[in-house]
């Protein structure tokens, strides 16, 4: 079926009872068995539960996926990830992802003997050096947050199979609408379901997609072992929410592509980063492997002061942590997003004090590019 034909339906039936349309919420914690070691499939609601299920079926659909596992947030589905792994291993991660990947590994998971190599994987040759004898997975964003570095899927899929590594990579800026990973040979899809497949920042949540047989086993047991998982009212929610996705992505797209032209032509900023820009550096290889370009800009404004402008007086951009709701919201990846990532490692990757983030929503753009302008005057 087409994409929007998915998101609309795959994983959902009319319920059987009563015939509704829409999944129903199954707001329950066990299920009643019809006798001792008989039931219906049904036990406990850590375990199963019928609206998670799903969101889980829908999203691996949209994904190109066999299977999806859903979690209470993309760092409780990041943290399940490091199960795939063990004390005295080494992955190999974008060095620009984010900030809160960065500080769950970095500060959290070399605690357990995980050890990490922050590199730039726009270059190919860059993850090739850094493997060593004890490397178990290849860890990516593409593209990246907040810089928009691309990485190259099919040679990191390459790369990972030659060396037997488990490749893994965050979606969440792309949304299974505009890049699916899986396709180009990448083992891992990770979403935090807050952004796009969320897409009205009122629900917080992640999902783990695979088409591997091994790799969902142990995950799904995780899932249930660890419970970290989302409630029934948040799946719905985001079930809810997948219906309209093709629609915003769409315009996410038309908007950002827009509003970055604006930034570009009107020389309010030192730099614009988008992916759809023909300067980008790697604008052929987002053609290549993306459908669009999405829905986030960032642009260096040249000083701290000149970025606090545009942060403290817009009005119809919200300054606020997250992205990817209808709304467009403004950040600080600086002093909000990435703050736990050292500022020598941030400045590395063009991250500075001056840099700021849009996440460009579907409101007029004639008003998006209006608010930009006036905060500046």
Not at 67 to 89: N, R
Not at 221 to 249: E, H
Not at 254 to 271: C, H, I, P, Q, T
Not at 294 to 318: H, P, Y
């Amino acid at each position: 079926m087409g994409f929007s034909t998915d998101a609309i339906h795959a994983g959902q039936i009319p319920d059987p009872v009563t015939g509704a349309v829409i999944t129903p919420l199954y707001q329950t914690s066990t299920y009643a068995q019809d006798e001792l070691g008989k039931h219906k499939g049904y036990e406990y609601g850590r375990t199963q539960n019928r609206t998670r299920e799903a969101l889980e079926a829908n999203i691996a659909a949209l994904e190109k996926g066999k299977y999806g596992i859903a979690f209470a947030s993309g760092l409780a589905a990041t943290h399940a990830l490091m199960s795939l792994v063990k004390a005295g291993d080494h992955i190999v991660i974008s060095n620009n992802v984010y900030g809160g990947t960065y500080r769950l590994f970095e500060q959290n998971m070399t605690n357990y003997g995980l050890e990490f190599s922050w590199i730039d994987t726009s270059d190919a040759a860059n993850i090739e050096n850094a493997i060593k004898e004890n490397t178990k997975m290849i860890f990516v964003e593409t593209p990246t947050n907040p810089m928009l570095v691309l990485t190259d899927l099919e040679k990191v899929a390459e790369i990972s199979k030659k060396h037997n590594l488990i490749s893994v990579c965050d979606n969440t800026f792309m949304s299974p609408y505009f890049q699916n990973p899986l396709t180009f040979g990448i083992d891992i899809v990770l979403h935090s379901t807050t952004k796009y497949l969320g897409g009205h920042s009122d629900v917080i949540g992640g999902i783990i997609l695979t088409s591997s047989d091994e790799i969902h086993e142990r995950i799904r047991y995780i899932q249930n072992a660890a419970g970290g998982i989302p409630s029934p009212f948040d799946c719905w929610l985001i079930l809810r929410s997948t219906k309209t996705l093709a629609v915003r992505m769409k315009q996410h797209d038309e908007n950002a592509r827009a509003f970055a032209d604006f930034l570009v032509k009107s020389g309010l900023a030192e730099k614009v980063i988008y992916p759809g820009l023909p300067e980008h550096p790697q604008h052929e290889l987002a053609k290549k492997q993306m459908r669009g370009f999405g829905g986030m800009v960032s642009a260096d404004f040249g000083s701290l002061e000149r970025a606090k402008k545009v942060l403290n007086n817009v009005k119809v951009f919200t300054l606020a942590e997250s992205l990817g709701g209808v709304e467009s919201l403004i950040c600080h990846p600086a002093s909000m997003t990435h703050a736990t990532v050292p500022k020598e490692e941030r400045e590395k990757f063009g991250l500075t004090d001056s840099l700021v983030r849009f996440s460009v929503g579907i409101e007029d753009v004639e008003d998006l590019i209006g608010d930009v302008k006036r905060a500046l005057i």
